[in-house]
């Protein structure tokens, strides 16, 4: 369990101070507008009113006692790229920005960020991936050149056992999950004869994933 402060809480910062709940992290949420904060009080440990502009408001938080700070601010890129430099020179351990552009981006790692995200870019990314190939279900990016993709059993490979496949040697990859009927078995043996209508979770090179599966 960490404990996070999460600054900015529209829908973006919203969803975060929820799947943080779930995940049961204590969250400390702050917005400067009153109905933000009372909308996500179900979700998050505690709760304040208030600018992460305000060097005596951020002081006032404790923000060194936090394992990472998440500047959500999304519409107004002054105050998150303030907030930001605020929340490094006033001691944060770890501070996440969000950015819309690449430029943005640049300002915030210059100016205090630790890391930055990039929700719509990212999401933009993942649908046109998802949505553009056949057989892919879910994906999701380790770096540049390496994903975690969630595939259809091929046609081809019903009936036949991982170890039989070979795969890691034909095509570079490494199945490291199989899914069938909603349950996830990582792991399998690769002596497991693969069935129609299971799911396969692979690790690997975009180039080579995509090519062993026909994305």
């Not at 394992?67 to 490094?88: M, P």
């Not at 915030?108 to 890391?115: F, I």
């Not at 279900?137 to 259809?152: C, G, K, N, Q, W």
């Amino acid at each position: 369990m960490k404990s996070i402060l999460l600054i900015g809480l529209g829908r973006f910062g919203r969803h975060i101070a929820i799947q943080l709940n779930q995940l049961g992290h204590q969250v400390m949420a702050v917005d400067s507008r009153e109905d933000r904060v009372k909308a996500v009080m179900p979700y998050v440990t505690n709760s304040l009113v208030g600018s992460g502009t305000n060097p005596a408001f951020l002081v006032s938080l404790g923000v060194r006692n936090y394992d990472v700070c998440i500047v959500a601010i999304g519409n107004d890129f002054q105050s998150s790229l303030e907030t930001t430099s605020l929340l490094k020179e006033l001691g944060a351990r770890m501070v996440v920005a969000r950015a819309a552009r690449d430029v943005q981006a640049r300002f915030l790692l210059r100016n205090g960020a630790d890391e930055v995200v990039y929700p719509e870019k990212q999401m933009a990314k993942w649908t046109a991936i998802r949505y553009s190939s056949n057989h892919l279900l879910d994906y999701i990016e380790l770096d540049s050149s390496h994903a975690m993709y969630e595939v259809s059993v091929p046609a081809h490979w019903v009936g036949h056992t991982i170890r039989g496949l070979d795969v890691r040697n034909r095509c570079h990859i490494t199945i490291i999950g199989l899914k069938k009927n909603g349950q996830l078995e990582l792991s399998p043996s690769p002596d497991l004869r693969l069935e129609a209508g299971e799911t396969l979770l692979v690790l690997g090179l975009n180039r080579d994933v995509q090519k062993c599966f026909d994305l």
